[in-house]
């Protein structure tokens, strides 16, 4: 049987199991490219690339950098226990998120699973918020109430931010119905892992957008590995070209380049806009951190893996240096972009720190519209059992 | 006042909430060209159109989560399920996401959406497609459940449900499909969480919601002529809010109580009723609390015997008497 598989190694290949992970800065972006990182991208040239003004793809990379230091930020956090339950950490993956929010228009949305930081950020949500929402705060996005895995920001179209692996498929569907039902020009990306490809609501969510012909990007990221278990054990045959069953578009992206990502994925939007036209992408990347933070990743790939997509294929650095041959960045502002982004995060833990918790009367708070708006109740009865 | 049956009770509720608010849309499976399953939904087509009302593909998973999703920006969406047996499909679309979305979120988002369609059993269908989740939606924070029993509820609750900014779970009963009684020409709405008394009495209070309200109805009519029993009934309509209040009141009055359910005893609605009713009107109880309900065990198909198994008149009748004399 043949398995075309991404770069993922199968979990046998464990013989050069690594030292034991360093903690703290958990993927430095590489101060020098090596080599083997281009400084050009065939995608460059795409309108939707050739369009951008020097600032906007400063701003592109910054945004990028921004991820990756609070995600740092976070994970820091989390060692020292200012942060419970689970955190998913976007670190390798941040070309995917900046890349396709970067399009977004009016009446474009984002949906996606419990890996949400990077998108929240892409969507342009602040970052106090963010982290506060990690620290259980009520000044995080959702008030303390949903955590890592449950990142909202409905003013920016960002639907969130779901922790069960493809249930929110069939919600950016949903997103779609709607924008198609009002009339408007706008799509919907419905991001998911490579996990989630195997779960029936997905299939069902392709049967319904291209049966109806729904404006929804289905946003594959590839990143090798559903949780612990590589590609190799869970999937059966291509991920992308199973949206041919569906009669529907499919396109493989490298998601290591944020030009290539833009470029594909603006010309699927259009699409989606104009003539309201459904597709699935599949765009390879990579995560450097374990599944969850709570997941070593000791058991199922080697360092050497991790360490090789670091030196040749990391999306910052790339862009980093596409840039810098481009001549719209400069050592010093690569500089000072990184040095911000660290204190942005430092800014966004001290303001996560100083923040308050719920109260214990929060509890009851948000779980019914009706309940939370008395003066418009009609209802009467118990809404609450205690 | 015109006499129609359930079924046209709730097909009139969604036309008049389709004409009121263009966001209101009706999906599922066979709801259009097929005029309805169970013919909920005959003639909407061909009045509204096939914008609004929608074919699904067999597909729960997949049409409630986009439901849910559509309903996140404020389209209003009524989901027929062909049979709520069938939400064990699409479970995780409705206990995690619409259930949830409004908490998770802090607030920001809300689902307006409702899902109906007939429960129950009685029709010899079988384990598969005789569920009664009424307890099981019910347990999850952020929903409302409703089981209209009569024509007159049903149009009022539905249309009630449809305007309500919360996720409602809409339990309609197949038998009680074809149930005629009078109901308004005028429009009306029956707001969620108002228990009604269905039937005044001084020496018993029955419990109950949906068809087994229908039926102990007719039980209380012959407990009045052969044993001069005078039974109160409450039927609750809404199982989540619910109006516990209007049941201590009728608890103080009789003094003796009987759940009726169309649940299997074990962590059903009427376990948490008895709870409440103990907890809170104990100094008003004469005697224990009695249940009764569904035979414990799957839906047997045989259709003599599943009458047995389920609450019947009878079965109400015997239970009635004993709590009174208890």
């Known amino acids: ?386 | 006042m015109p006499i129609i049956t359930y079924r046209e009770a709730l097909r009139h509720a969604m036309a008049e909430e389709l004409t009121r608010d263009e966001n209101v849309v009706i999906l599922g499976e066979e709801v259009a060209q097929f005029r309805g399953a169970y013919k909920v939904t005959e003639g909407l087509l061909e009045k509204f159109g096939p914008k609004r009302i929608v074919d699904t593909p067999i597909s729960e998973a997949g049409f409630v989560g986009m439901g849910v999703g559509a309903a996140m920006l404020g389209i209003r969406p009524v989901i027929e399920l062909m049979f709520w047996s069938f939400y064990s499909v699409a479970f995780d679309q409705i206990v995690n996401n619409a259930a949830n979305i409004r908490y998770m979120s802090g607030g920001q988002i809300n689902c307006p959406i409702v899902i109906r369609g007939p429960a129950n059993g009685g029709t010899n269908v079988g384990a598969t497609h005789s569920h009664t989740p009424e307890n099981i939606l019910a347990h999850h924070p952020g929903v409302k459940v409703v089981v209209p029993a009569t024509p007159h509820d049903a149009k009022g609750l539905l249309k009630s449900a449809i305007r309500d900014n919360d996720p409602v779970f809409f339990l309609e009963n197949t038998i009680l499909y074809g149930l005629e009684g009078e109901v308004p020409a005028e429009e009306y709405l029956v707001p969620l969480g108002h228990a009604d008394i269905k039937r005044e009495g001084t020496d018993l209070t029955i419990v109950s919601y949906g068809r087994p309200v229908i039926q102990s109805l007719a039980a209380a009519q012959q407990l009045q002529q052969e044993h001069g029993l005078s039974v109160e009934i409450v039927d609750l309509r809404t199982i989540r809010p619910l109006d516990i209040d209007t049941v201590l009141k009728s608890v103080a009055k009789t003094h003796r109580v009987l759940i009726v359910e169309e649940q299997r005893p074990f962590a059903s609605v009427g376990s948490q009723l008895a709870y409440m009713i103990q907890n809170e009107a104990f100094d008003e109880l004469d005697a224990p609390i009695q249940r009764l309900g569904t035979i414990d065990a799957p839906a047997i198909y045989s259709p003599p015997v599943e009458i047995e198994q389920l609450p019947n008149s009878q079965r109400i009748l015997k239970a009635a008497l004993a709590a009174a004399s208890a």
């Open chain 1, 1 to 386: 049987m043949s398995k075309k598989k991404t770069d993922a190694t199968p979990e046998k290949n464990t013989a050069a199991k690594a030292a034991p992970e360093k903690t703290g800065s958990a993927s430095a972006i590489s101060a020098t490219p090596p080599e083997s990182v281009s400084a050009t991208s065939a995608s460059a040239a795409a309108p939707v690339n050739a369009a951008l003004s020097a600032d906007e793809r400063v701003e592109l990379y910054r945004r990028m950098v921004r991820i990756r230091r609070f995600e740092e930020r976070s994970l820091r956090a989390y060692q020292s226990k200012k942060i419970g339950g689970f955190l998913h950490l976007y670190i390798g993956q941040e070309a995917v998120a900046v890349g396709c929010c970067s399009l977004m228009g009016k009446d474009d949305h984002v949906i996606t699973a419990y890996r949400d930081h990077g998108h929240a950020i892409a969507v342009g949500m602040d970052t106090k918020p963010l982290m506060a929402e990690l620290y259980g705060k009520v000044t995080g996005c959702s008030k303390g109430k949903g955590g890592s895995m449950h990142y909202f920001d409905p003013t920016r179209n960002f639907w969130g931010g779901h922790g069960i692996v493809g249930g929110q498929v069939p919600l950016g569907t949903g997103l779609a119905y709607a924008i198609k039902y009002r009339g408007l020009k706008g799509a919907a990306m419905a991001f998911m892992g490579d996990g989630a490809v195997n779960q029936g609501a997905v299939h069902e969510a392709y049967n319904l957008a291209s049966l109806w012909d729904l404006p929804v990007i289905f946003v594959i990221e590839n990143n090798g590995y559903s949780m612990g278990t590589s590609q190799a054990r869970s999937s059966a045959g291509e991920l992308a070209t199973r949206a041919a069953g569906y009669d529907m578009k499919w396109e493989v992206i490298n998601g290591h380049d944020l030009y290539e990502v833009r470029a594909k994925m603006d010309a699927l939007l259009r699409r989606a806009r104009e003539e309201s036209k459904p597709a699935v992408v599949e765009i390879k990347t990579y995560r450097y951190r374990g599944h969850s933070v709570a997941d070593p990743d000791k058991t199922y790939r080697n360092k050497a893996e991790i360490e090789e997509y670091q030196r040749t294929k990391d999306p910052i650095t790339l862009f980093r240096t596409m840039l810098l041959a481009e001549g719209h960045l400069t050592d010093e502002l690569v500089d000072k972009i990184d040095a911000e982004a660290r204190s942005e995060a430092d800014f966004a833990a001290d303001f996560a720190e100083a923040s308050p918790f719920p109260t214990a009367d929060d509890i009851q708070r948000d779980v019914y519209w009706e309940a939370d708006n008395p003066a418009q109740r009609v209802s009467g009865g118990r809404l609450f059992f205690n």
